[in-house]
């Protein structure tokens, strides 16, 4: 009777420990977007918990040169505006031991990565056609605006690929590790085995 | 507890990985048919123990059960970590490749030292093993987190700040390691005394 006691407190005891939180840890993961001039940052564990007072450090991925630090907020997230537009790589150190990176691209400035050639042609088109009456906006000026609204309209989509980029573990996973753990103890036994009759042939 | 790739130095992972394969070596010789079946059995057990997520404190915890592998495998400890922590990287990208031989000290050598700080405690009276069971599930992850400070403070961190991070954030882990390393005990005396050390030879 004490055995089966002791048996079910065990039980429930992994199961409350199983059901009192589903979420993974161990993890940390970085994911940045650009929007405007600036560069959100947001940072999670792998269990979907903010990375709170990350330190966060942000690189010219080129030059290799330290462009400017700074810490997560209580969200996990950290807004900057570099200095230059260029490749970025973004480093987060959530202490303990834990880092990660994540580069931001030119094209992601709207940059090309060998200069800005190719989209300068119809932006000069429309101030010829346009030039006969003053107050048609600019090309320049489109094209801020456009920006403007498709960075705001593209703000939950970007927060969307922010979440899907987190890859869970899953169920797959840990039923793949057991299955090679197993696998080993097979292969262990099977030398161990070979080892015992040999020794008992020799006899 | 696992540290990720490229944050400590080449001269501390090279120095941990060639203790981890000391241990290893140690732990494979010490393998016989009864423990190759157990070091799989709690291998797997901390596969997956680091999956369960302690969601008290500032920071990111999971259980890590090196205290329960040290306290039935002793040196065997060191393969079964090293297993777990390869195919935690791979499946679940917890620490790194680099960093294996650094984290299976990190889990490892607290188990081992555990291991023989508390055996003789196991076949005595419930008032003598059941703390000494929980100082093992307790010590264990303490002394990891010594570790880890350690391997920080060769990188770059001070160490009684990296370590009195990680300690703090890994006291209520502790906490429930110990409790559950006490009914583990509690119900292995009762059920298979064999599988506790301290009962039959004393090497490990």
Partial sequence: ??????????????????????????????????E?????????????KSVVGGQIIVYDDRSKEKLLEGTTDDQGGFTFTPSRKARLRIEL??????????VVKEEEFGLTPKGDSGDSAPAALIPVESAPIQKTPSGVEIEGAVERILDK????????????????????DVMAGIGYIFGLVGVGAYFYSRKRNDKSADR | MHISEGI???????????????????????????????????????????LIHVPIGPSSVHLIFNGVLGLLLGWAAFPAILVALILQAVFFQFGGITTLGVNTVVMALPAVICYFLFKNFMDKSPAWALPAAFAVGALSVLLSGIIVGLALMMTEEKFFEVTALVIGAHIPVMIIEGIVTCFLVAFLKKVQPDMLPGRRKTSG
């Fill in chain 2, 8 to 50: 400590l130095s080449g001269a501390v992972l090279a120095s941990g990985a060639a203790l981890a394969v000391v241990g290893t070596g140690i732990g494979l010789k010490r393998l016989d048919a009864d423990r190759i079946a157990r070091s799989g059995i709690l291998s797997a057990c901390f596969f997956v123990a680091s």
């Fill in chain 1, 1 to 34: 009777m004490k055995i089966l006691h002791l048996r079910h407190w065990i039980i429930t005891l992994f199961l409350i420990l199983y059901t009192s939180s589903a979420a993974f840890a161990h993890r940390v993961d970085i994911f940045a977007w650009v």
């Fill in chain 1, 153 to 172: 309209k593209l703000e939950p989509v970007m927060k969307l690929l922010v979440q899907s980029q987190q890859r869970e573990t899953s169920v797959h």
């Fill in chain 1, 36 to 48: 405007g001039d600036r560069v959100h940052t947001e940072s999670k564990f792998s269990g979907g």
């Fill in chain 1, 93 to 102: 150190l959530a202490g303990m031991g834990h880092k990660n990176e994540w």
